[in-house]
């Protein structure tokens, strides 16, 4: 079985190695540096080309990972905002007030600091006095998504409020519990509506994961910076830096006008 898991994994890095749009037989950077092979850009340790690749790696990484982790704290945070019980009603608008004012980058702080110090002070009281260090990536995603919860639960929380009450009284009728009216019924439209604007915070998101290069995650900008530090060339790197950012919008802006089409053309079936 072990075999076969190796057998696997080397594919699997073969494949990646292949179609790897940057540093692949075909890819950007080897095109680019195919006549110069000892060009800054060239990818292995001749350049800087395949760490500037795993940067671009990490920050999708990041937002793909942030985005479906802050949507749920979102939804979640948006039903508690619509909540009878005040309670947490309240609780819901605290927390909302509170990360939506607070700078991410400070939020970003909190959550890495914080909790390391927070683990370390309640590991010390059953004797455990070593060092407590949290992984960068799970301190960054999670700290992207309580931001990008709540912003976002903004959106469902008015999304919510433009669907009729009379599509509650409907699933009722139906005999629906009322779980399975919110998915069948009230989700698919309530996306229809938030679509847009999440697709706003989502751009917001590919921006703010600039930040975890702070903490010591080796996104597109920590790269950047390892790169211009070593070269001296801060113009060719933050211009390569621009590029890929613009990249990941232009990309993300086609995808989410054909996902923003279907949603439409959905409800028009429906």
């Known amino acids: 079985m072990s075999g076969l898991f190796s057998a696997v994994g ?36 001749a350049g800087w080309g395949d760490e500037l690749a795993g940067g671009l790696k990490i920050t999708i990484a990041v937002s793909l990972a942030t985005l479906p982790l802050g949507i749920i704290i979102g939804f979640f945070v948006a039903l508690a905002q619509q909540s009878e019980e005040r309670s947490l009603r309240l609780a819901a608008g605290v927390f ?23 683990l ?9 006095n070593g060092p407590v260090e949290i992984n960068a990536f799970a301190a960054g995603m999670v700290a992207l998504a309580i931001v990008f919860s709540a912003y976002c639960s903004e959106v469902l929380v008015s999304a919510f409020k433009a669907i009729p009450k009379g599509q509650y009284e409907a699933g009722d009728a139906l005999g629906f519990h009322r779980a399975r009216t ?14 847009p604007n999440l697709g706003n915070l989502w751009m917001n998101l590919l921006k703010d994961t600039s930040y975890v290069s702070i903490i010591g995650l080796a996104d597109i900008i920590r790269q950047t910076g390892i790169a211009v530090r070593a070269t001296k060339a801060p113009f060719t790197f933050y211009s390569i830096a621009c590029l890929f950012y613009l990249t990941l919008a232009v990309i993300s802006s086609i995808g989410l006008f054909y996902l923003d089409r279907w949603a439409k053309q959905a409800e028009v079936r429906r």
């Open 10 to 45: 080397s594919l699997w890095t073969w494949l990646s190695t292949i179609f790897d749009p940057l540093c692949g037989p075909a890819g950007l950077f080897t095109v680019f540096t195919m006549f110069s092979p000892h060009t800054m850009l060239a990818c292995g340790d």
């Open 96 to 118: 909302t007030t509170i990360f939506r004012g607070l700078p991410e980058l400070l939020t970003l702080f909190i959550i890495y600091y914080g909790l390391q110090i927070l």
């Open 120 to 128: 370390q002070t309640v590991l010390a009281k059953f004797g455990y």
């Open 182 to 195: 919110m998915r069948l019924i009230i989700v698919p439209q309530l996306v229809r509506i938030s679509l």
